[in-house]
Nanobody, 124 residues
Framework: QVQLVESGGGLVQAGGSLRLACVASGRTLSMYSMGWFRQAPGKEREFVSHISWSGGRIDYADSVKGRFTISRDIAKNMVYLQMNSLKPEDTAVYYC?????????????????WGQGTQVTVSS
């Protein structure tokens, strides 16, 4: 069993920055892919970014490319999402997830464990 807990969300003005963190417990995640997804009000959950266990394979949704940066600290069992130049359309609940087998993916159904989410609100 794996537990994921996100933190770092909050209210920020457009153009500002936030850094989300996700800590895992119950199992070391050093060999697993990690992903960030988000769900805005009234919308389906969507892919934001993912990172392979080695950090060598990283992907971003087009909507966040160039503004968000994913990273991980294997020793601390953590993954981060640095979000810069935030826009009101980035407002959503952000979730981290882990995929226990295979390559990192944009498909949320391939992820095995999810955190409870952290709210990010960007005001205009």
């Amino acid at each position: 069993q794996v537990q994921l807990v996100e933190s770092g969300g909050g209210l920020v003005q457009a153009g500002g920055s936030l850094r989300l963190a996700c800590v895992a417990s119950g199992r070391t995640l050093s060999m697993y892919s990690m992903g960030w997804f988000r769900q805005a009000p009234g919308k389906e959950r969507e892919f934001v970014s993912h990172i392979s266990w080695s950090g060598g394979r990283i992907d971003y949704a087009d909507s966040v490319k160039g503004r968000f940066t994913i990273s991980r600290d294997i020793a601390k069992n953590m993954v981060y999402l640095q979000m810069n130049s935030l826009k009101p359309e980035d407002t959503a609940v952000y979730y981290c997830a882990t995929k226990l087998a295979g390559r990192p993916s944009r498909r949320e159904y391939e992820y095995d464990y999810w955190g409870q989410g952290t709210q990010v609100t960007v005001s205009s």
